[in-house]
C-alpha cells in the first residue's frame, strides 16, 4: 500500500523500510492494521468459500457435490476461520489503525509486541488450513467442538486443531494487552475517560472481555489435549468426566466471545450514524453503561446454549432471565442510534448505508435472540435453522457489516483518496440484498423443523434452501466488488481532505490523509 | 394474522423458482399436537408479536427520520444529545416487557419438567447413527434405522414422499397416556427431537436425561437427531406411531413373539441364497452408510469390504470385527445390535457380494456359538 | 518508534503485568472450573450422578407413610460385550429404609476383562436424596473368561426427598476398562490392509 507511506515533508526520517521486511519487522501500528485487515479479509474469502461449498450441497435435497464426512469439515472450518480468522482480526486491525489517533498517540503502546501477535496468526491458520489434507481430514465436529464428538471420536488432525486455537488465542491475547496498554497510558492530555470516543471504549471493553476468556478457551483445549493424548478424562464419561461438562467450560468462554465479535462493530457505528447525521451522539454515556452492561451479563448466561441438555429447572429459569436481561442493554443502544437519527440532517453514502443495515438487521437478529431466550421456546428452535438465522443475522448485518462501514468511512483517511462511491452503493445493495435472501428464509426452515449441520434435508425444506443458495451466492460473490473498490482506493482516486464527512468528529480527522508514519509527534490537547 | 398474506406474497415472488409437488413454504411452527407443544406454540407467537410491534415503533421512528429527515430534502439539524426521562422511560419499558413474557414462559418451563406419574416409561439411546428403544416395563427394544435407500440419497432413485424421515422400526406409543422417556447414549452426544410434540432432549453417554409427553391424537410424528453426532448426523430420523391403547397392547404381543421367532431363526437351517437375501437387506440399513453399498467404502475412514483380506480371507477376524467392532474407530460392535440371524447373514453377504465370490457361508447357529464361547 | 510523547516504559509494564496475571487466572479458572463444577454437583446434584459411598453416624429414620418406587436401567458403553442387567427391575421402598438389589454382569468372551459402571440418576434432584452403602460402582470390576457375578447394590432413599418425587431411576453404564491390546492388532491390520489397497 503506497499510500500508506508518509508523504509529510520534514519528517521522512522515519518513513517505513523498502520491500518485504517492511512488512515483516514493521512495527508501525498502520502497517500492522492494513496486515491484519488484509489478512482478515483473505480468511473472509477462505471461509467464504467454505460456505459456498456448504450452500451448493444444500441447494437442492440429496447428496451431489460433497459427502456427508468432507460437508461437516467444511461447517466446523467455515465457523473457525470466519470466527477466529475473519471478524476478530478484522477488528484488531481498525483498533491499530485507529486507536491511536483516536487518543492522540504517535502509535501503539507496544508496537514490537505488536508485531508479534500479527504474525502469530498466519501460522495458526497455515496449521489449521493444513488439517484439510490430512489423513482422517480436517476437524469435522462444528466450530463449537463438542466432546466426546472431537475427543474419542475426533480425527487425528484434532491435535493440530488444538495447536492452532493455542496460537492464535496468544495473538488475541497479545494484541488485546496491546489495546489495554494504548488505551490507558497513550490519551492525549485532558482526554478523560468519559471524554474517549466509543469506538475506544467499546474497544477497551473488548480487550477486557479477551483477557478473561481466551485462556478459558486455551484450558478447555488443552483439557481436550490431555484427554486425547495423555489418557485423562475430563469429559469422558468412562472415566468420571462429564460431556456436559466441556460445553459449560466452552461457552463460559463461547459466550462473551460473541460479545468480542460485536461490540467493536458497535463502538464504530456510534461514530458513523451522527456522522452521517450531522448531529451529536444521543446518550453518550448511556452507551458506554449499555456496553459495559451487556459485558458483564455476557459471564452469566452461557447455559443459555444449553437449554436441552437437561440442566435441572432453577438452573434453566437463572439462565433465562439473565439472557432476557441483555435486551434492555442492547435496546438502549438501538434507541440511541435510533434517536441520533431522528432530527438528523441525514445523507446516505456508503458508511452510512452499512452502519442503518447494520442497526435494523442487527435488531431483527436481537429479536429472534430475544426469543430464542425463552427456554420452553427455545426447546423447538435449538438446534435447528433458526439458531443459523439468529446468529448469521447478528454477525453478517452485525459484525460484517460494522466492518464494511468502518472501512468505507475510514478509507480516504488511509488512503488519502476517495473511493468510488458508486460501486460502493452497488456493493451495499447487493450485499444487503443477497444477504437477506440467503439468511431470511433459514428462519423459516428452523420453524418447520430443519435440523443445522445436516448436508441433507427433508423434501418440504427443498424450496427455502435453493433461495437460501441463491442468496448466499450472491452475496458471496459481491465480496469480489469490495476487493476491486479497495484496490482502485488504494491505486488512485480523488484526493481527500483531512476531512472528508461533513459531520465527523475526533482526533483522527485533525490529521491529514493520509496520516504521517506516526500519528500524532505531539499530544493534541482534548478540551 | 398475516401468515397468509406473507405466504401469497412469498408464493407471489417464488413463481419463478421451480418447485417440487412435495415442497411448501411453512413459514411457522406448527402447533403441534401435545399441550407441551401448544404452550410452546403460544408462547412463541406471544414474543413474536410483542418483537413485531417493537420493531414497528422502533423502525418507524428510523424511516420517518430516514426519508424526513434528509439533507437533499434541506432539513436542518438538531442539536439536542441527552435525555434522561427519555432514556430512563426506554430501559424500563423493556425491563417490564420481559417481565411479563418471563412468567408464561416460567409456568410452561415448569410444567414440561413434570415427569412424574407416567404410564409407560421408555429408555431412547442415541447410537451413531441410529435410535434404540427399550420398553423398560415389557422387557423389551429394538434398533430404529433410517429406511431411505442410498439410491434417493444419492439420487439414482426417485426420493420417496417421507424421504429422510422414514425408519424401518418406529417407536410405537399408545394415545392419551403419559409416556416418560429415559434418554441417553451410547457413543457421542445426540438429540431426540419430534417437532409435534415439543420435545427435544439430548442424549448423553454416561448420563440419563428425562423428559415426557402426551399424545392425544393417533398418527405418525416424524422428527430428527438435533446434536452434530458425526457423518450420519442428517440420517438417523425419529419416527414416532401413536396409535390406540388397543393396537397399543397388540402390537406388544407381537413385538414379544417376534423376538421368541428371532431366537428360534438362530436354530433354523439356513441356505447360501437365504442367508444372501436377508444380508443384502441387513447390509443396506446397517453397513451400507459408510462402506457403501457398491462395497468400496470411503478410505482411510471406511475402509472398503471389496477385496479387504480380512472379508475374503481371514473368516474368524471378519466374524470378531463385526461382532465387538474396532475401538477408537466408526466401526461399532454390532454384536449387541443385531440379531445371530442377521449377523451371519450380513457376514456372509459380505463375503459374497461385489466379487468377493469366496462361497463361504456362516450359520447363525455358528454366530450365537462364537458370541458365547469367544 | 521515537516520537515526543514517550509513554512511561514503568505504566506499560504495570499494564502487562496486570494482564498477564489475568491470563494466568484466568486459564487456571478454566481448569479449576473441574472441581468447582464437581464440587458444586456434589452439592446440588445437577448432573444426576450419585455419590460415593454413605456414612451416617445417625441410622436413618424410616417413613413407613411414603412410598417411592425406584426404577434401575443398565446399558454397556461402546464395544462392550458384556451382558449387563439388573435382576430387579424396579422396586418399591419407604424412604429411610436400606434396600439390597441385584446386577447381573457375564463377561461371555474368551479373555479376562474389566470394567466400570457408571451411575446417573434422573430425576437429577433426587440425587442428594439417593444414598448407596455399599455399590459395585465404586469399584472396577473383573470378570475371568465365562464368569458370571452377582453384583450387590445397597441404597437408602432420604427421608428428605422432596414429596413431589414418587420415582427415581438409577441407570447404569458399563464402560470397558481393559487393555485393549487384542483389538489393536485388528487396528493395525485393518490400517495396513487399507493402505495396501
Redesign the interface.
Known sequence: MSAVIDTHAGEHHHGPAKGITRWLFTTNHKDIGTMYLVFSFAMFLFGGSMAMVIRAELFQPGLQIVDPEFFNQMTTMHGLIMVFGAVMPAFVGLANWMLPMMVGAPDMALPRMNNWSFWLLPCAFLILASTLFMSGGAPNFGWTFYAPLSTTYGPPSTTFFIFAVHIMGISSIMGAINVIATILNLRAPGMTLMKMPLFVWTWLITAFLLIAVMPVLAGVVTMMLMDINFGTSFFDASGGGDPVLFQHVFWFFGHPEVYIMILPAFGAVSHIIPAFSRKPLFGYASMVYAVGAIALLSFVVWAHHMFTVGIPIAGQLFFMYATMLIAVPTGVKVFNWVATMFRGALTFEAPMLFAVAFVILFTIGGFSGLMLAIAPADFQYHDTYFVVAHFHYVLVPGAIFGIFASAYFWLPKWTGHMYDETLAKTHFWLSFIGMNLAFFPMHFLGLAGMPRRIPDYALQFADFNMVSSIGAFMFGATQLLFLLIVVKCIRGGEQAPAKPWEGAEGLEWTLPSPPPYHSFQTPPEVK | MGVHAMRAGVLAG?LL?P??S?????????PGVTGT?N??FS??MT??WI?VA??VV??G??F???LA????EG????????NTA??VA??II??VI?VI??IP??A???D??D????DI?I?I?GY?WKWRYDY?ND?FGFFSNMATSQD????RAA?S?????DVDNPLVIPVGKKVRF?V?A????H?W?V?AF?????A???????TWTRVDEPGIYR?????????????MPVVVKAVPQAEYDAWVQDQLAAAELERQLTEKEWTLEELLERGERVYATACAACHQANGAG????F??LKG???VTEDLP?HL??V????????M??F??QLSEADLAAVITYERNAWGNNTGEMITPKQVFDY???? | MTGSPQPSTRSNARVIAWCLAGVVGMFGFGFALVPLYEVFCDITGINGKTGGRYESSVPLERDESRIVEVQFLAQNGPDMPWVFKPVTRSIEVHPGEPTTVVFYAENPTAKAMVGQAVPSLAPAEGTLYFHKTECFCFNQQTLQAGETVQMPLVFIVDKALPEHIHKLTLSYTLYDQSVMGEVSRIKQAITTTNRNG
Not at chain 2, 429527515?69 to 437533499?72: E, F, L, M, T, V
Not at chain 2, 451410547?186 to 452426544?189: C, G, H, K, R
Not at chain 2, 470411503?298 to 475412514?301: H, K
Open positions: 417464488g423458482l418447485a417440487w412435495m415442497a411448501d413454504w411453512t413459514l411457522n411452527m406448527t407443544s404452550e410452546i408462547l412463541h414474543i413474536l418483537c417493537i420493531g422502533v423502525f421512528v428510523m420517518w427520520s430516514i429527515h434528509r439533507k437533499s432539513h436542518k439539524p438538531a442539536h439536542f444529545h441527552e427519555v432514556e426506554w430501559t423493556p425491563f420481559l413474557m418471563a414462559a416460567t410452561t418451563l415448569v414440561m419438567y415427569t412424574e406419574e407416567s416409561d429408555k439411546t451413531q423398560i422387557d434417493e440419497i444419492y439420487n426420493k414422499e417421507h424421504y429422510l424421515l429415559l441417553t451410547n457413543d457421542v452426544i438429540s427431537w417437532p415439543g420435545v427435544k432432549k439430548d448423553i453417554p454416561g448420563f440419563i436425561n428425562e422428527g430428527q437427531c438435533t446434536e452434530l453426532c458425526g457423518r450420519d448426523h442428517g440420517f470411503i478410505p482411510p475412514t475402509p472398503a479387504n483380506p480380512v477376524a470378531d470385527i461382532v465387538n467392532g474396532v475401538s477408537g474407530t466408526a461399532q460392535a454384536g449387541p458370541k458365547n464361547q469367544q
